[in-house]
């Protein structure tokens, strides 16, 4: 698997969550996305970072045309070295894209080994992709504005904005075209505003499949994370993909191998049910559940029992009920064998004997046994 280089240096030196938020894409998280790009064609990026999901997909498709969309001023210039050192052709935006402002605009054409870098002044046209990717910050706090963007589905709560940039990269979807968005758990259950966001994305047949990713796969976050992978052409209802368990133990962060990354990628194109692992769930299911797509609740990861034999059960208690029987009997008996007990000793012996015999009244018995029955112990 390939290591994005500047993204490492980046976050190991000038990463800043505590402000930003910034927890930079693994390399097997970007490569489970770059998988479900098919076709060469336009992407967008949406808060790209140092641009780690691109690269993985310049990786198959050289020629692709690329949009990215970065806040951070320290960011920026990492995104245009590992976008023009592979010689890509793609325009970056320097944006904030909650609050929509914009500092600038970078422009990168092919060369003959690099790409070249120009600043533009103009206001960049509204466009649409065939492929949406995005790791945003996650749970970033944002001042809730109506617009084109949310108008179908709802505002995102001003304490969570993760929903926000889901729905800004949907509007920048084309038709037949896919959205893959990286985001944390709280997504899939929090109510409120996400709660009205989730139920019209899944009313309006957009929710493919939802990937429950192990943690610790981050290197300054044990945050773990969920994949939303959203279609404009999805009419087959949700697949729900458990890969938590999927991981190699590392000393600080856990690893997905290539043969954890390649599980996730059969089960997305195949969109089977796998015990323990994916359960493809009808709308009507999601509805029932009002809506809350917390994983567990669609995939069990606990191996199924065998069904219990009844019969063989009861057969086995009683045969266990008799022999403890028979044991007190026989012990009993080898009591009355002897003597010089006291008159409270004598008394609470035939006591137990009268407790035996009345559990085994109604039981058939022979003539020793009910002889046996006949007698009080005689101590005196």
Request: with cysteine; hydrophobic share 35%; aromatic share 8%.
């Amino acid at each position: 698997m390939k290591t994005d280089f500047l993204r490492d240096l980046f976050q190991s030196e000038h990463g800043d969550r505590d402000k930003f938020k910034q927890d930079f894409t693994p390399d097997s998280i970007a490569q489970i996305i770059a998988s479900q790009m098919t076709d060469s064609g336009s992407v967008a990026d949406i808060c790209s970072g140092t641009g780690t999901l691109l690269v993985q997909i310049l990786n198959k498709f050289p020629d692709a045309f690329l949009h990215a969309e970065e806040l951070s001023d320290r960011a920026i210039p990492f995104l245009l070295t590992n976008l023009a050192i592979r010689n890509a052709d793609a325009e970056v935006l320097h944006l904030n894209v909650l609050t929509k402002e914009l500092k600038a605009v970078y422009l990168l054409s092919k060369g003959e080994r690099f790409s070249t870098i120009t600043v533009s002044s103009d206001e960049p046209e509204f466009r649409t992709f065939d492929f949406v990717v995005m790791n945003p910050p996650y749970s970033v706090k944002w001042t809730p504005v109506e617009s084109e963007e949310n108008k179908d589905f709802g505002l995102a709560p001003k304490s969570y904005a993760d929903f926000q940039f889901v729905l800004h990269g949907l509007h920048h979807l084309r038709d037949a075209a896919k959205l893959i968005a990286v985001l944390p758990h709280g997504v899939l259950f929090r109510g409120n505003g996400e709660k009205t966001v989730r139920e019209n994305l899944i009313r309006a047949g957009l929710l493919e499949y939802v990937v429950g990713l192990p943690d610790k796969l981050f290197l300054n976050t044990s945050i773990p994370v969920c994949l939303l992978g959203l279609s404009k052409q999805n009419n087959s209802g949700t697949l729900f993909i458990d890969a938590s368990q999927s991981y190699k133990k590392r000393s600080k962060q856990n690893e997905m191998l290539d043969e954890h990354v390649q599980l996730v990628i059969d089960a997305i194109r195949c969109r089977n049910s796998i015990q323990g692992f994916s359960k493809l769930v009808s709308t009507n299911e999601l509805e029932e559940n009002d809506f809350n797509l917390n994983i567990p609740r669609y995939v069990d990861r606990l191996e199924k029992e065998e069904p219990v034999d009844f019969a063989n059960s009861v057969r086995e208690l009683v045969q266990i009920d008799n022999e403890i029987k028979q044991t007190e009997k026989e012990l009993l008996r080898q009591i009355k064998e002897l003597t010089g007990f006291s008159y409270d000793e004598a008394m609470e012996i035939n006591k137990w004997e009268r407790q035996l015999l009345g559990r085994s009244r109604n039981a058939p018995r022979s003539k020793e046994q009910k002889k046996d029955n006949s007698t009080q112990l005689e101590l005196f």
